[in-house]
């Protein structure tokens, strides 16, 4: 399980150092793909294999879903973790998500998310004001 918040610096090759207290989890190969509010979400094999089982089940005769499917899918990187802990973002990827040097990595339970930092403080900046009204106004999960 992925949790906390990070605040890491890419290398000049655009590799990043997995957090510490994520290594034990992430294994060998890591899936990159599409994340919502501007940043790239980060799977490790199993859950990434369960996200993909997820987009499976959408009704593909329906235009959201396939839209959705498609976006997701063609933008899925398959990443290998190296000895020291980094995996390589390639510069597309950097580029075309807005990811600069600095970044803050989320841990978001079945994944984490990586976000260009300054991207990342106006998200929360923004979206902290609205956290208690919207934790009330949430399903109640069962």
């Known amino acids: 399980m992925f949790f906390g918040s990070y605040q890491h610096t890419l290398d000049a090759k655009g590799r990043l150092t997995i957090p510490s207290k994520m290594k034990d989890e992430v294994g060998t190969v890591l899936f990159i793909m599409k994340g919502y509010d501007g940043c790239i979400s980060v ?6 294999q369960n996200k993909m089982n997820e987009l499976e089940k ?3 005769n329906q235009m959201d879903s396939r839209d959705c499917m498609r976006i997701e899918v063609s933008s899925v990187v398959d990443l290998e973790v190296d000895e020291a802990f980094r995996i390589l973002l390639p510069k597309k990827v950097l580029r075309d998500y807005k990811i600069g040097k600095k970044v803050m990595i989320v841990g978001m339970l079945d994944h984490f998310e990586i976000w260009d930092l300054e991207s990342w403080k106006s998200y929360l900046s923004e979206k902290e004001k609205l956290y208690e009204e919207k934790a009330n106004s949430l399903p109640k999960v069962e």
């Open 43 to 48: 799977f490790k094999q199993q859950d990434f």
């Open 58 to 60: 959408l009704p593909f």
